[in-house]
């Protein structure tokens, strides 16, 4: 679940809302793990970097070809979700709802 390991990455990398960072970044740590698909490029995230936009948790500040720079909104909390077992990580100011698509459980 991609959308879940990049709020993972924003939440262990840059969960400070005065630092700013960017999806080139995100992708790099990414990669780092093995288990990620390696062809994946910048391209094939960007709905993933819309999505956590229109969610709220970050907001667009400039953008330099493909490279999107970000800032949070707010700080990011962990939340354990009861439904679909799983960690995950919201704004501060986001709704209290599991961002795992099939599930989307309240927390
Ligand atoms: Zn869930």
Redesign the pocket.
Same mark, same amino acid.
């Given at each position: 679940m991609i959308l879940t390991q990049i709020r993972k990455i924003i939440f262990d990398n840059f969960n400070n809302i005065d630092v700013r960072f960017n999806n080139d970044q995100i992708l790099e740590l990414l990669r780092k793990d093995q288990n990620f698909d390696q062809s994946i490029t910048i391209d094939d995230l960007e709905t993933q970097f819309k999505k956590i936009e229109a969610d709220g948790l970050v907001r667009c500040i400039a953008q330099n070809f493909t490279t999107k720079w970000f800032k949070l909104y707010d700080s990011m909390k962990k939340f354990t *979700?009861n439904?679909?077992?799983?960690d995950?990580f919201l704004g501060d100011d986001e709704s209290r709802v599991?961002p795992?698509t099939e *599930?989307?459980?309240t927390?």
């Amino acid at each position: 679940m991609i959308l879940t390991q990049i709020r993972k990455i924003i939440f262990d990398n840059f969960n400070n809302i005065d630092v700013r960072f960017n999806n080139d970044q995100i992708l790099e740590l990414l990669r780092k793990d093995q288990n990620f698909d390696q062809s994946i490029t910048i391209d094939d995230l960007e709905t993933q970097f819309k999505k956590i936009e229109a969610d709220g948790l970050v907001r667009c500040i400039a953008q330099n070809f493909t490279t999107k720079w970000f800032k949070l909104y707010d700080s990011m909390k962990k939340f354990t *979700c009861n439904s679909c077992n799983s960690d995950v990580f919201l704004g501060d100011d986001e709704s209290r709802v599991c961002p795992n698509t099939e *599930c989307g459980a309240t927390l």
